[in-house]
């Protein structure tokens, strides 16, 4: 399995950006498809973004489409979201994940996650 840690989560205005890092220990991390899920109070964890490992190859759920971009730094063992033209419907806890499936989206895909980082939008 991998350990994932999550940081770079906070306040920021409606039409700002932060950016989410996701640093990955475990020998596995290169053999793994990374992705981002979130979950705001009351609504079930939604898939945001991930990456495959073969080819490095992105997708995205269609709410952030556009203004999302994932990227990895295999040489770090990290996990990046940039996270552009944020909306108040941003905010939620972010997790980074891990999976050995391709192409995976539902959550139950995923092995291993990270504890989260709380995201808020303000209007």
């Known amino acids: 399995q991998v350990q994932l840690v999550e940081s770079g989560g906070g306040l920021v205005q409606a039409g700002g950006s932060l950016r989410l890092s996701c640093a990955a220990s475990?020998?596995?991390?290169?053999?793994?498809?990374m992705g981002w899920f979130r979950q705001a109070p009351g609504k079930e964890r939604e898939f945001v973004a991930a990456m495959t490992w073969t080819g490095a190859v992105p997708y995205y759920g269609d709410s952030v489409k556009g203004r999302f971009t994932i990227s990895r730094d295999n040489a770090k063992n990290t996990v990046y979201l940039q996270m552009n033209s944020l909306k108040p419907e941003d905010t939620a806890v972010y997790y980074c994940?891990?999976?050995?499936?391709?192409?995976?989206?539902?959550?139950?895909?995923?092995?291993?996650w990270g504890q989260g980082t709380q995201v808020t939008v303000s209007s």
């Open positions: 475990g020998t596995a991390f290169r053999s793994d498809n």
């Open positions: 994940a891990a999976s050995r499936k391709r192409f995976a989206v539902n959550p139950t895909d995923f092995d291993s």
